[in-house]
């Protein structure tokens, strides 16, 4: 199951990812995505933080957000694995830490 929650800044607006990103629930993420993008004057942010999966048509479906200029964000684990997957994958591996925000968590204890 996936939970999408969208918060509104002045800059930006956030479309926050929860849960399975999966052929089942794509067409919620995409109605998110269509409103925001019709109605936000800054750019687009998809924070992965909170996702546990995902399948091919999710990927496809953010490559597509990310040809459009969104910009993905995650701050977990497995989040910012996806991200970096994504990127290399849409070719964009030289701008992987500059345009899109890749949060590596840090992981205690440090040694």
Do not use: H
């Not at 996936?2 to 067409?27: C, F, H, N, Y």
């Not at 687009?44 to 490559?63: K, R």
């Not at 597509?64 to 964009?92: F, P, W």
């Amino acid at each position: 199951m996936m939970r999408i929650t969208v918060v509104d800044g002045e800059a930006e607006q956030r479309l926050k990812v929860e849960g399975k990103l999966a052929a089942p629930g794509l067409s919620e993420l995409e109605s998110a995505w269509t409103q925001a993008r019709q109605a936000c004057r800054g750019r687009i942010v998809v924070d992965l933080s909170e996702i546990t999966f995902i399948d091919s048509s999710g990927e496809a479906a953010l490559m597509a957000m990310i040809d459009k200029g969104v910009r993905l964000t995650a701050k977990s684990l497995y989040g910012a694995y996806l991200v970096e997957q994504l990127i290399k994958k849409a070719g964009l591996a030289q701008a992987l830490n500059r345009e899109f925000c890749v949060q590596k968590p840090v992981i205690y204890p440090k040694t």
